[in-house]
């Protein structure tokens, strides 16, 4: 199980990663759109399962997608952000309940498009910062990927309390250290070799800790609606993995608060 899901992550990191570097903005908008319209259609299989019901999902994912260039950046953003807000809510307070914002289907399938839209509006903007160099997207990844491999290793190894036992019983406190610690390095590793003007070392550390605890919710939330749907995987695309949604969950929560915190800085315009 952990070979494949190693190989799983070594071969779909690698065409992600070459993708990102070697694609014009069109062809990257084209790329990261398949892999959030996929999400999408597994989405909605947690909502209302259904081949119909997920196309039309879709669908509506693309057009709202593609309606949100039309809106400022930061208007994406913060929505995202307030949304993210409430989802560490949804998932320490209410836990395995479903709040009364969680019941309705369609909130949940607007849940959706929070989740997703604003991830892919985000990660193209980065993108779009720098077409030739994508190196905040890809210091964003790296840090998204640390954070969710020493979580899980640091967990195997040393996990005894459980972090949210009621909503991913796997999960446990010292793993999720691990992964902000090692979110940490990454994000001083990435602030010192992007060598941006208003980004230390020091400070790499303080953001890669934060992206690492926001990644945590989004996987977490994305546990509670699976457990909700009474189901083990979003989807059975990635070997070892499962769907689509399953790996980029903690990406989707992150994204927002990375993309908000280089508007902030002025790194990102």
Same mark, same amino acid.
């Given at each position: 199980?952990?070979?494949? !899901?190693?190989?799983?992550?070594?071969?779909?990191?690698?065409?992600?990663?070459?993708?990102?570097?070697?694609?014009?903005?069109?062809?990257?908008?084209?790329?990261?759109?398949?892999?959030?319209?996929?999400?999408?259609?597994?989405?909605?299989?947690?909502? !209302? %399962?259904?081949?119909?019901?997920?196309?039309?999902?879709?669908?509506?994912?693309?057009?709202?997608?593609?309606?949100?260039?039309?809106?400022?950046?930061?208007?994406?953003?913060?929505?995202?952000?307030?949304?993210?807000?409430?989802?560490?809510?949804?998932?320490?307070?209410?836990?395995?309940?479903?709040?009364?914002?969680?019941? %309705?289907?369609?909130?949940?399938?607007?849940?959706?498009?929070?989740?997703?839209? %604003?991830?892919? !509006?985000?990660?193209?903007?980065?993108?779009?910062?720098?077409?030739?160099?994508?190196?905040?997207?890809?210091?964003?990844?790296?840090?998204?990927?640390?954070?969710?491999?020493?979580?899980?290793?640091?967990?195997?190894?040393?996990? !005894?309390?459980?972090?949210? %036992?009621?909503?991913?019983?796997?999960?446990?406190?010292?793993?999720?250290?691990?992964?902000?610690?090692?979110?940490?390095?990454?994000?001083?590793?990435?602030?010192?070799?992007?060598?941006?003007?208003?980004?230390?070392?020091?400070?790499?550390?303080?953001?890669?800790?934060?992206?690492?605890?926001?990644?945590?919710?989004?996987?977490?939330?994305?546990?509670?609606?699976?457990?909700?749907?009474?189901?083990?995987?979003?989807?059975?695309?990635?070997?070892?993995?499962?769907?689509?949604?399953?790996?980029?969950?903690?990406?989707?929560?992150?994204?927002?608060?990375?993309?908000?915190?280089?508007?902030?800085?002025?790194?990102?315009?």
């Amino acid at each position: 199980m952990l070979k494949e !899901r190693l190989l799983t992550a070594l071969v779909a990191g690698s065409l992600l990663l070459a993708g990102l570097i070697f694609l014009n903005t069109l062809g990257v908008a084209v790329l990261l759109g398949a892999v959030t319209l996929l999400a999408a259609f597994e989405w909605s299989s947690l909502v !209302r %399962p259904g081949r119909a019901t997920g196309l039309a999902y879709v669908a509506v994912t693309a057009i709202v997608g593609v309606a949100s260039l039309a809106l400022p950046l930061v208007v994406i953003v913060a929505a995202a952000l307030v949304w993210w807000t409430w989802a560490a809510g949804e998932v320490f307070v209410f836990r395995d309940r479903a709040s009364p914002l969680w019941q %309705p289907a369609t909130l949940r399938w607007l849940a959706g498009l929070l989740v997703l839209v %604003p991830a892919w !509006r985000g990660c193209l903007a980065l993108k779009t910062q720098d077409p030739s160099h994508p190196g905040l997207l890809i210091w964003l990844l790296a840090m998204v990927w640390a954070a969710d491999s020493v979580a899980y290793f640091a967990g195997r190894a040393f996990g !005894r309390r459980k972090l949210a %036992p009621l909503v991913s019983p796997g999960k446990t406190v010292e793993g999720a250290l691990g992964g902000v610690a090692g979110a940490a390095l990454i994000g001083a590793a990435g602030a010192w070799w992007l060598a941006l003007p208003p980004l230390g070392p020091g400070d790499g550390v303080l953001l890669g800790g934060a992206v690492a605890m926001l990644s945590i919710v989004g996987d977490l939330l994305e546990s509670k609606a699976k457990r909700l749907a009474a189901v083990k995987d979003s989807g059975r695309w990635l070997p070892g993995h499962g769907g689509v949604l399953d790996r980029i969950d903690a990406l989707t929560a992150a994204v927002p608060l990375f993309v908000w915190t280089m508007r902030d800085l002025g790194v990102l315009r």
